[in-house]
């Protein structure tokens, strides 16, 4: 069974940090690529990273230059780095994956008070 379990969301000041790791179970994890997507309240869901295998990267712009994606495929882990956070950044971050159909993970809040 494919499972995604992310963790490290929490209350953060603007300007602050917050690392989210993604636990990924029941597939081939190093063959596929992970993404990161948030939802803020009272608007869609929208992609903020992704990353493929070995390494490749791809950011939203809203993020570019302050979020870092990683993954550590000895672990099954994918990691978002989130720095100089913004109010705006605020919402529930989900890892994803397709493998034979979308996966998502619970979510984790980020909650950046200004």
């Known amino acids: 069974q494919v499972q995604l379990v992310e963790s490290g969301g929490g209350l953060v000041q603007a300007g602050g940090s917050l690392r989210l790791s993604c636990s990924a179970s029941g597939f081939s994890f190093s063959d596929y690529v992970m993404n990161w997507y948030r939802q803020a309240p009272g608007k869609e869901r929208e992609w903020v990273a992704s990353?493929?295998?070995?390494?490749?990267?791809d950011y939203a712009d809203s993020v570019k230059g302050r979020f870092i994606i990683s993954r550590d495929n000895a672990k099954n882990t994918v990691n978002l780095q989130m720095n100089s956070l913004k109010p705006e950044d605020t919402a529930v971050y989900y890892c994803?994956?397709?493998?034979?159909?979308?996966?998502w993970g619970q979510g984790t809040q980020v909650t950046v008070s200004s």
């Open positions: 990353i493929g295998s070995p390494s490749s990267t």
């Open positions: 994803q994956v397709s493998v034979y159909s979308t996966i």
